[in-house]
Structures are given as C-alpha cells and as structure tokens.
C-alpha cells in the first residue's frame, strides 16, 4: 500500500525554525509533483508549497513566500519542507500530498488535484 509519511514537527517559539520530511513508501512516488498543505483548527486546508518531480519548478503561497523551502530527493523518495521565521498564525497539522499528473503544469495548489496524503504532523508556533 502506497504511504506517504510525514516528521520533524514539533513545538518552536517564533522566529524559529523547523524542516518537515515526507517519506514515500513507493519509489514511483519519485516522479510525482508533491505538495504540502496546512490545517488549523477550524479552518479548511490551505496550500503552502508544492514542487515538480525534478525540483526544477516551486511554487509558494504568499503567506510563506521567503520564508519556507521546498525542496526533494528523489533517490531517497522524501520532500522537505524547511520553515523559517515561524510565526504563530503558521501553528498547523501540516500534510504532504502526491500528485500523479507529473506533467501538470501550473504547479497545483487545489487539494483535489492530488492522489495520495500523508496523515500530518502538528506544528506549534508559540508566541
């Protein structure tokens, strides 16, 4: 069964940082678009960032543009998702997500777009 599984999250005070790691179960999943996604309470999902199945093309909301990463390798079948000056409002469970469309363009952003997620790991943003 094909699993995406996330870590690295974990309770920081602000102007922190953490990097979040997604580990895909599958090598197909090397070739697949990755996204990663955030949920407070009482809010829908929302996109943070997403990368294409070479690295070669990111895309970011404007709430984390400078200060988060997204990045991947391939031969390990893991996204990271580097998070820098956190602030509170980015306290989330944050979920990484597969998109099979490898060859879709722009980069997605819609949580329909993509197949498979991983079950998320919490960030605490203290202030």
């Known amino acids: 069964q094909v699993q995406l599984v996330e870590s690295g999250g974990g309770l920081v005070q602000a102007g922190g940082s953490l990097r979040l790691s997604c580990a895909a179960s599958?090598?197909?999943?090397?070739?697949?678009?990755k996204g990663w996604f955030r949920q407070a309470p009482g809010k829908e999902r929302e996109f943070v960032a997403a990368?294409?199945?070479?690295?070669?093309?990111?895309y970011y909301a404007d709430s984390v543009k400078g200060r988060f990463t997204i990045s991947r390798d391939n031969a390990k079948t893991t996204v990271y998702l580097q998070m820098n000056n956190l602030k509170p409002e980015d306290t989330a469970v944050y979920y990484c997500?597969?998109?099979?469309?490898?060859?879709?363009?722009?980069?997605?952003?819609?949580?329909?777009?993509?197949?498979?997620w991983g079950q998320g790991t919490q960030v605490t943003v203290s202030s």
């Open positions: 997500a597969a998109d099979r469309d490898y060859q879709r363009n722009p980069l997605p952003s819609s949580t329909y777009r993509y197949d498979y």
């Open positions: 599958v090598r197909t999943f090397s070739i697949y678009a």
């Open positions: 990368i294409n199945w070479s690295g070669g093309s990111t």
